[in-house]
């Protein structure tokens, strides 16, 4: 199997906080993960790409510095939501390729972010 | 620029029923297209791809160039095919990168 986790499910903030989001491969190694956000029935954003050992590519558009990902290990990516605000609530999911992608992404369950 | 285009938003039909998801795309170079399709309460799962030519579920999808479509097909619906569908495009070579159209709900009644 390929089971992708994350972590938490469901959060709850304050306005100027951060948030930290893990998405783990449970039993595969992923060089590669992939941060999406999802608006309420709407399509999945592709956010950025997330690389072992090197920096995340980003989309067009999306924040860098406010969209803070890691992706230490083969095993763990990190998406930091930094100085959330109301417009950042948001159900964020992410997503790992095996190594030889085959077209086959396999996802997280997703991570409801509420910012008050 | 790379787009994909599902025009339903909800598809509801009656079990037995044909049923066929749109899907459009545009992009430049040589597409590789896929289906995702997330059941109430579950997460995103891929469902089929094009380079397969597989048939799971029941449903196939036939890449046409000519018209850039990869519609989803399934002869007789089942209760258990309602979900939402997204057809995707995979954006790079050799990577993850996947466009993801807005999704389509399909609801089969008993």
């Known amino acids: 199997g390929a089971v992708v986790s994350q972590h938490p499910s469901w959060v709850i903030c304050k306005s100027g906080t951060s948030v930290k989001i893990e998405c783990r491969s449970l039993?595969?190694?992923?060089?590669?993960m992939f941060w999406y956000r999802q608006f309420p029935k709407q399509s999945l954003m592709l956010m950025a790409t997330?690389?072992?050992?090197?920096?995340?590519?980003?989309e067009q558009g999306v924040e860098k510095d406010k969209f803070l990902i890691n992706h230490a290990s083969l095993t763990l990516s990190t998406l930091t939501v930094t100085s959330a605000h109301p417009e950042d609530s948001s159900f964020y999911i992410c997503?790992?390729?095996?190594?030889?992608?085959?077209?086959?992404?396999?996802f997280g369950e997703g991570s409801r972010l509420t910012v008050l | 620029a790379q787009r994909v285009t599902q025009p339903e938003k909800l598809l509801s039909v009656f079990k037995g029923a044909p049923v066929e998801l749109k899907c459009n795309y545009s992009?430049?170079?040589?597409?590789?297209l896929f289906w995702y399709v997330q059941y109430s309460r579950q997460r995103l799962q891929l469902l089929l791809r094009?380079?397969s030519r597989e048939s799971i579920k029941g449903f196939t999808a036939d890449l046409n160039k000519g018209e850039t479509s990869f519609h989803l097909k399934k002869p007789f619906a089942q209760e258990e095919d309602s979900a939402m569908y997204y057809c995707?495009?995979?954006?790079?070579?050799?990577?993850?990168?996947?466009?993801f159209g807005q999704g389509t709900t399909l609801q089969v009644k008993p």
């Open positions: 039993d595969f190694q992923a060089t590669t």
């Open positions: 094009h380079i």
């Open positions: 997503s790992a390729s095996k190594q030889g992608f085959s077209g086959e992404l396999f």
């Open positions: 997330s690389n072992e050992g090197s920096k995340a590519t980003y």
């Open positions: 995707a495009l995979k954006k790079q070579s050799n990577t993850g990168k996947l466009i």
């Open positions: 992009y430049s170079g040589s597409p590789e």
